[in-house]
């Protein structure tokens, strides 16, 4: 295959889920590359905001996508090894409405609003071990204290 072959497929792919992909700023083709990205997604709102789990809306500056992100911490007292994990999923607007309605009485219930099979960013940092980035599908809420 060559690289010209890729570009298309990619971009194939990119027009098949328009309006859930993002852009190449924020959600590029590799995990890692859109672990980096996130970093420059902005804050629409801050829902749940504990020391060991957040959930977040953030917006991407440049295409204006809406993104839906959970972070969790599940605390070892034993060991003091704590697991991190990050999850971010890209949203319609109308399901990042949902989110932020459903937000205030289930948090469990405001995340279901993202579709299971919707491609996500994970990002895991397991006790004791090294940080990896994947992607993977829907935003499942790790345990987290
Ligand atoms: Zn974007």
């Known amino acids: 295959m060559?690289?010209?072959?890729?570009e298309n497929i990619v971009s194939q792919m990119t027009q098949d889920?328009?309006?859930?992909?993002g852009c190449d700023y924020?959600?590029?083709a590799s995990a890692e590359d859109a672990w980096h990205a996130r970093r420059d997604l902005r804050e629409l709102a801050r829902w749940v905001d504990e020391s060991h789990f957040n959930v977040r809306?953030?917006?991407?500056?440049?295409c204006s996508s809406k993104f839906i992100s959970v972070f969790s911490e599940s605390i070892d007292w034993i060991n003091g090894d704590d697991a991190q994990s990050w999850t971010t999923a890209p949203v319609t607007?109308?399901?990042f409405a949902r989110v932020e309605a459903?937000?205030?009485s289930s948090i469990e219930a405001a995340l279901c609003a993202?579709?299971?099979?919707?491609?996500?960013?994970?990002?895991?940092?397991?006790?004791?071990?090294?940080?990896r980035v994947n992607w993977t599908?829907?935003?499942?809420v790790g345990g987290h204290d």
């Open 137 to 140: 599908s829907g935003i499942a």
């Open 57 to 62: 809306g953030l917006q991407c500056v440049h």
């Open 114 to 131: 993202v579709p299971a099979q919707r491609r996500s960013l994970r990002r895991e940092y397991p006790a004791g071990g090294d940080a």
């Open 17 to 21: 889920s328009s309006t859930l992909s």
């Open 93 to 95: 607007a109308d399901e």
């Open 2 to 6: 060559t690289s010209h072959d890729e």
């Open 102 to 104: 459903l937000v205030p």
């Open 26 to 28: 924020c959600w590029p």
